[in-house]
């Protein structure tokens, strides 16, 4: 493949760099401070300029009123866009909408589309995806309790669901549920559109991930479907392709959350070298002086080039050839960027001693949020699994 950043591409991630650096980062420590939904009001004013910019969605078809850039094109603006908690957020491509304007413009029929895509890809409502469950481990998304019974023309959903992100505030959840008990392992479960506010729809609470509650699209929540009953007409695709639908949507999600990844880390490594530059150890003496703090720059420097180059081919294969002939390599960059992701925040927060872990830089910020990468969308060593797998079976075995 040919990593030359496209001619058109160029003016557009200088504008998108320029609104990050100007706009946003400027904002993160009052939204850390007083939480994101009281600062809804202030993030609409920062979404509301990037659409007049003309760069609203970047991952949305043009019909959409998004940009209309191919998966590869979209990586290279996730990594701009990175760069801050809050970027994808006032771009419109933040999860997990993004994932689920994707599930709804390829499965959903035209009333689910206007009814919920329309408003969803200009930002007028949020959505959440209902997958993950207390009881049941997440790396198997074919073993669920939640059930849809059908009842006529409806679905009933009986079960408890969590880490179901930016519920809080969400209009609808797209819920996986079991449809059909009976059928192949994988051919089990539905993808089903439920409304917020339909009865027996329970936020229990928002999950506190390592002392952080959260709120609005910055949370994570614990919900319980207790005889909620909806249309059967909320399903999306066919009864059963649940599962199908889900790998379809993770792997250009992993793109996207591994090219946020190395923005977190291009800004990390930012932070830590200026930290090195200034700060002085002794009069005259700074932390650049260090080899060991030298190593950690060459050695950040080193693998966030690696992980780039890796994630850029991936997008290429899924452009070129499809989501199924790239999963080695969508598992392959899952699991190696999570990795340069974890220590390059961790040498940043080291470079910075006591600084590092307060609030008073976003190292903190990524730090917490972040070590989850190596967990949600499949934990590194499921997808580790995945690439022996295939690379053995060059060699006769059969796992």
Known sequence: MDFTIPEKMRPILAEMRKIVDEELIPAESEVARSGFSA??????????????????????????????????????????????????????????????????????????????????????????????????????????????????????????????????GARFAIVMAVTNPDADLHARASQIIVPTDTPGFKLVRNVSVMGHAGSDWDSHAEIEYCNVRVPRANRLGAEGAGFLIAQERLGPGRIHHCMRWIGICERSFDLMCERAARRELSPGKTLASKQIVQEWIADSRAEINAARLMVLQAAWKIDTAGVHASREEISTIKYFVAGVLQRVVDRAVQAHGALGVTDDTVLAQFYRQERAARIYDGPDEVHKVVVAKNALKKYGVSL
């Not at 290279?76 to 866009?81: G, R």
């Not at 481990?137 to 408890?160: H, L, Q």
Request: glycine content about 10%; some cysteine.
């Open 39 to 168: 600062t809804v009001p202030m993030l609409a004013e920062k979404r509301a300029r990037v659409k007049a910019a003309g760069f609203w969605a970047p991952q949305l078809a043009r019909d959409l009123g998004g940009m209309g850039l191919s998966l590869q094109e979209h990586a290279l603006v996730s990594e701009v866009l990175g760069r801050t908690p809050i970027g994808h957020y006032c771009f419109g491509c933040q999860a997990p909408d993004a994932g689920n304007m994707e599930v709804l413009h390829s499965y959903g029929s035209a009333e689910q589309k206007e009814r919920w895509l329309k408003p969803l890809a200009a930002g007028e409502i949020r959505s959440c995806f209902s997958m993950t469950e207390p009881e049941r481990p997440g790396s198997n998304p074919t073993w669920m309790e939640t059930r849809a019974v059908t009842d006529g023309d409806d679905y009933v959903i009986d079960g408890r669901k969590w880490f179901t992100s930016s519920a809080d």
